[in-house]
Nanobody, 124 residues
Framework: QVQLVESGGGSVQAGGSLRLSCAAS????????MAWFRQAPGKEREGVAS???????SYLDSVKGRFTISKDTAKNTLYLQMNSLKPEDTAMYHC??????????????????WGQGTQVTVSS
């Protein structure tokens, strides 16, 4: 049974940092493209970052240079390091598993499994 469990969210001031974790079970993350999405109240879900099976990373333009996606295959865990946080980063963050080796974060169509999410709140 595929499970994705996020943790690490919280409330921080602008300029602060958080590291999100996504513990995966029921599959091996090294065999799938993995990603982080976020959704703020009243807004559409947007893809934040992805990492494919060969480690190629892709980012939403607004987080480039501030966020870093990574994975620890020994722990079967996905991470999102978020630095220089801004109030507009406030959202529920979800990790997701793609249906194959490759994926795009333009939409969620490539992803068949989602975690419940962890809330990130950035105050000014």
């Amino acid at each position: 049974q595929v499970q994705l469990v996020e943790s690490g969210g919280g409330s921080v001031q602008a300029g602060g940092s958080l590291r999100l974790s996504c513990a995966a079970s029921g599959f091996t993350i090294s065999n799938y493209c993995m990603a982080w999405f976020r959704q703020a109240p009243g807004k559409e879900r947007e893809g934040v970052a992805s990492i494919n099976v060969i480690g190629r990373e892709s980012y939403l333009d607004s987080v480039k240079g501030r966020f870093t996606i990574s994975k620890d295959t020994a722990k079967n865990t996905l991470y999102l390091q978020m630095n220089s946080l801004k109030p507009e980063d406030t959202a529920m963050y979800h990790c997701a598993r793609a249906n194959g080796y490759w994926c795009t974060i333009i939409s969620g169509a490539d992803f068949g499994y989602w975690g419940q999410g962890t809330q990130v709140t950035v105050s000014s």
